[in-house]
């Protein structure tokens, strides 16, 4: 402790600040999450957003976040800078308060979109209670003002260290190693997030800057375009069914709405909603107001021009699902005291922006479709081909209804079920093909496991159309062996008819995704991941999705054995089994296949319950690998290895 403090008496303030950073030491993840690598990178983000603020509140243009030498982080902006005079209640300058009190971000809060118990919005005292140290340089009034803190104290009194002409606020922190797992940022993941943030606050200048090595990245994200340039980017791997985006942007009333829309030659939708500029994953009552707008506008679009033309004899309704085929949308509202729900709290709760979404989305749609008729046109032509292959689809589904209806062959053949009737016992290993499935059928406890290979290819979701999915015989095997149904449409409140997807009838509570350890094994699974996300997201929601941790090393020492799951756990064994004799024959066996194993093996390894490790499936890492396989639609077959290679990774980020 400096002197200057240590000769201060501890005013009630000081103990208050004291335990307030205390309670954020003690248990990390209430504030940030978790101590991984994602509330580690969470901490950037809380700086990046107290400047977004300062920019949206119209005061700054610029923030360049840099990762140093030394590890740590810093991030500048040209704001008019943090208050530095003397806080009344406190006794101590503004800026000072805003770095050590807890949720003091709100006493200065300028009336705009802060955002409460959401996942940001924390404050930056926090970030500081987490760091091993921080710094923060203002400059304000001609002067730059500074002070350091350790692990949220602070080491001196503000000081002014120098002039300045200009205004804006730096601060600099070093992530705290005793909480955190691990302290090394990712480039990728924080430009990821940067670049997010320039599209949907247009015209912000974000910089980014790797100089922990010479020749490390850079990055500068200004989009002028905003959102529309945000569904450029998205769309970089699609062909545009129209060139022009739609785009709504209304900023009367209490909620300001800001839509930006195309549709393209794919399947699916991809509509990305944003609340405070937070990826609300999980939708909410703006995502229903949007997909209500949407139906609405485009149906009234289409009978007030006369564009649905059917054939003699048809019947077709034009559905919510049949305008979002294809669709790409951006949907970013603003709401004063958003209320957060959800498993992830990323599902917007509040009720009465529903409303106003669904009116202004509504109206801004139809404008734009009388002053554009040939881009309503388009759209109006693909949903009706949309609504002809849902009838397609619906009697595909009919017969696999039918066929498992058809008494006790109802399984598919190649299923080896378990003998437990009760799912919340009953695993089901969806496994690559024919000789790991044999291992595995013969190593499972048959009472609780299932085994149903994979022989065939698995059809890739994210660009098939319905009806060629559920033809597609890997797919009507894992949906009969589920027993859960499929599909069925979704209306405006994400609400389904009864006789489609059940959960409740949902045979097994584990469905554990079993591959190889290499690129096809990843393709695999990444396949699999995206029929999941794409046409079950119930099962992945409920938590019933798993991926099993197979080794990808055998250790072996004489009649010793071990196993190793990744590289640094196999230098580890042979470091162990070498201690006591360097020259000692250590054997090492890299698995490729699941094959590779004998049955005893792989129960051993990757499916004893008392043993195994799975890792549970998250939305977002599911979402991650429906992304990848969109930006492989249209590539070519060696491009697309490479980018499975690549991003193979994305395994290793779930959360166990
Ligand atoms: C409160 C009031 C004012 C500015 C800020 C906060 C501010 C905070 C941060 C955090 C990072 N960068 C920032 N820039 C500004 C404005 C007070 C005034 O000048 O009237």
């Known amino acids: 402790m400096s002197d200057t403090q240590a000769n201060k008496n501890y005013s009630a303030e000081n103990i208050k600040v004291l335990e307030g950073l205390e309670a954020v030491r003690k248990r990390p993840a209430m504030y940030i999450g978790d101590v991984g690598k994602r509330g580690l990178h969470h901490l950037v983000y809380e700086v990046v957003d ?19 030498k030394d590890g740590s982080v810093t991030v500048e902006d040209n704001g008019r800078g943090i208050p530095v005079d003397i806080h009344k209640e406190e006794k101590k300058p503004a800026v000072e308060v805003v770095m050590t009190v807890l949720h003091a971000g709100g006493k200065f809060d300028k009336g705009s979109y802060k955002v409460s118990g959401g996942l940001h919005g924390v404050g930056v005292s926090v970030v500081n209670a987490l760091s091993e140290w921080m710094w923060v340089e203002v400059k304000r009034d001609g002067k730059v003002h500074r002070q350091e803190y350790k692990i949220g104290e602070p080491q001196t009194d503000l000081k002014t260290v120098g002039t300045a002409k200009k205004t804006g606020t730096k601060v600099c922190f070093y992530p705290d190693n005793n909480i955190f797992k691990t302290i090394g940022f990712e480039y990728d993941i924080i430009s990821e997030r940067l670049r997010e943030l320039a599209y949907l606050n247009k015209g912000i200048e974000i910089q980014l800057k790797d100089e922990r090595s010479e020749d490390g990245e850079s990055d500068v994200f200004k989009f002028k375009g905003g959102l529309s340039d945000f569904v450029k980017y998205l769309d970089e791997h699609n062909n545009p069914l129209h060139n022009k985006i739609i785009t709504v942007n209304r900023e009367d009333g209490e909620v300001p709405v800001e839509v930006a829309l195309r549709y393209g030659n794919t399947y699916n939708d991809n509509i990305l909603t944003f609340v405070n500029n937070i990826n609300t994953i999980e939708g909410g009552t703006h995502l229903s107001g949007f997909r209500s707008a949407l139906t609405r506008a485009m149906n009234n679009h289409a009978s007030k021009n006369n564009l649905i033309k059917t054939k003699k004899n048809e019947k077709i309704t034009l559905t919510g699902e049949d305008f979002r085929e294809g669709l790409t949308a951006i949907v970013s509202v603003k709401v004063a005291e958003p209320q957060f ?123 098939a159309r319905v009806d060629k999915l559920l033809s597609n015989n890997e797919v009507q095997s894992i949906i009969t062996a589920l027993g859960a149904g499929f599909g069925g449409s979704e209306d405006e409140f994400g609400e389904k008819s009864p006789g489609d997807f059940d959960l409740e009838k949902l045979r097994y509570h584990k469905i554990i995704i079993m591959t190889d350890a290499d690129v096809d094994g990843s393709h695999i699974r990444t396949l699999l991941l995206t ?70 093996q792989l129960w051993e390894t990757t499916m004893d319950p008392e043993k195994r490790t799975l890792m549970k499936v998250t939305v977002e890492s599911a979402a991650e690998a429906a992304e990848t396989f969109q930006n492989l639609m249209g590539s070519d077959v060696e491009a697309r290895r490479g980018f499975i290679e690549r991003n193979a990774k994305f395994v290793v980020n779930l959360d166990v």
């Open 50 to 68: 107290n400047s977004i603020d300062e920019a949206l509140a119209g005061y700054c243009s610029r923030i360049i976040v840099v990762f140093n």
């Open 531 to 600: 029929f999941f996300y794409r046409k079950m997201k119930e099962v992945i929601d409920g938590g019933y999705l798993y991926l099993a941790l197979p080794p990808l090393y055998r250790v072996s020492q004489g009649k010793k054995e071990s196993y190793a799951y990744d590289d640094n756990e196999r230098d580890l064994l042979i470091e162990r089994m070498k201690k006591d004799n360097k020259n000692t024959k250590v054997g090492i066996q890299r698995y490729k296949g699941l094959g590779e194993m004998n049955p005893g």
């Open 341 to 463: 729900e959800g498993q992830t709290k990323t599902k917007l709760g509040n009720g009465d922006v529903k409303g106003v979404v669904d009116k202004v989305v509504y109206e801004g749609i139809l404008d734009f479709l009388e002053q554009n008729p040939s881009i309503g046109r388009k759209i109006i032509e693909k949903a009706l081909l949309a609504a002809r292959s849902r009838s397609a689809a619906r009697k595909a589904r009919e017969l696999i209804r039918r066929k498992s209806a058809l008494g006790g062959s109802s399984l598919p053949g190649k299923l080896s079920d378990c003998s437990n009737r009760d799912p919340v016992f009953c695993e089901l290993y969806l496994v690559e093909g024919d000789s790991a499935g044999g291992s595995a059928k013969q190593g499972r406890d048959r009472r609780t496991q299932a085994i149903l290979p994979l022989r065939g290819k698995v059809i890739n979701s994210e660009k």
